[in-house]
């Protein structure tokens, strides 16, 4: 499959209003179906934002609850859909991100690895424990969530695994939101892949959060971006763009693995 066809759905997010931001996403995944995308990215804790002190009431276990109502939506619309929520595991909850394939399977979950102290995850969640890359139609695909963007480890271990496109669900900052476009282009260009990023934008609660979804090529061009307002971003990436970005700079073969 050389090509995919991208939707990225850039949401305000409602605090702990799950029905209200589930009408909103189905919107923008119906929309994205329509629009003829394989994938639709959604933000992280795009059903609640960071309602964390009611994660035990907001959370359901994965197969149940948001999760089972995402299988029956990437079902309907026949289309891939990503984007985080809180998952109850036992007495734990995590920030997780379930891949649904358009017949409703569950390809993989990643629970968010590094938690962001600044609002309290660490307080309120339990860490992931395992990164996760999956082969997909287009090609190795693996999932971060928001600041385990400021851990370059964590995508080289992608990128050595042969992962040829990462998917960032996030909810970063305005404030901050040129570390986050540099960091996005960054991890694009030494990784030489893909960064597939969708933000949550507007307020939510007491925080602004900065928009600029994008797509970012091997090469560190940006494909496309979002402003600051809700929007769905639609495009078109070429997969064979891997390979002749790392063919032309052989990155991966003068590594010294053995030093470092």
């Keep these: 499959m050389p090509k995919?066809?991208?939707?990225?759905?850039?949401?305000?997010?409602?605090?702990?209003?799950?029905?209200?931001?589930?009408?909103?996403?189905?919107?923008?995944?119906?929309?994205?179906?329509?629009?003829?995308?394989?994938?639709v990215v959604l933000p992280e804790l795009w059903s609640t934002g960071y309602a964390l002190e009611q994660a035990k009431e907001l959370s359901s276990p994965l197969n149940t609850g948001m999760f089972q109502q995402l299988t029956t939506l990437a079902t309907q619309n026949k289309i891939s859909i990503v984007g985080s929520l809180l998952e109850k595991r036992g007495l734990e909850v995590a920030n997780s991100a379930a891949f649904f394939a358009p017949n409703g399977r569950t390809m993989g979950v990643y629970?968010?690895?590094?938690?962001?102290?600044?609002?309290?995850?660490?307080?309120?969640?339990?860490?992931?424990?395992?990164?996760?890359?999956?082969?997909?139609?287009?090609?190795?695909?693996?999932?971060?969530?928001?600041?385990?963007?400021?851990?370059?480890?964590?995508?080289?271990?992608?990128?050595?695994?042969?992962?040829?496109?990462?998917v960032i669900p996030a909810e970063w900052p305005l404030q901050r939101i040129?570390?986050?476009?540099?960091?996005?282009?960054?991890?694009?260009?030494?990784?030489?892949?893909?960064?597939?990023?969708?933000?949550?934008?507007?307020?939510?609660?007491?925080?602004?959060?900065?928009?600029?979804?994008?797509?970012?090529?091997?090469?560190?061009?940006?494909?496309?971006?979002?402003?600051?307002?809700?929007?769905?971003?639609t495009a078109q990436i070429e997969m064979d763009t891997v390979e002749e970005v790392r063919a032309r700079i052989p990155v991966f073969e003068d590594r010294r693995a053995d030093l470092y």
């Design 111 to 166: 629970r968010k690895i590094h938690l962001f102290r600044l609002m309290e995850e660490d307080k309120w969640l339990q860490p992931g424990s395992s990164p996760l890359t999956m082969d997909l139609p287009w090609g190795n695909t693996g999932i971060a969530i928001c600041y385990d963007l400021r851990f370059p480890e964590l995508f080289r271990r992608y990128a050595v695994e042969g992962a040829k496109v990462i």
């Design 4 to 39: 995919l066809h991208i939707s990225l759905a850039q949401m305000n997010i409602a605090l702990g209003d799950v029905n209200k931001n589930y009408v909103n996403a189905e919107k923008l995944v119906t929309e994205a179906a329509r629009r003829g995308s394989q994938l």
């Design 178 to 233: 040129e570390h986050w476009r540099a960091l996005l282009i960054a991890r694009a260009i030494e990784n030489q892949c893909y960064m597939i990023a969708c933000n949550a934008c507007g307020e939510t609660g007491d925080t602004t959060f900065g928009g600029h979804s994008m797509i970012v090529d091997p090469w560190g061009k940006i494909v496309i971006e979002a402003g600051e307002a809700p929007v769905l971003l």
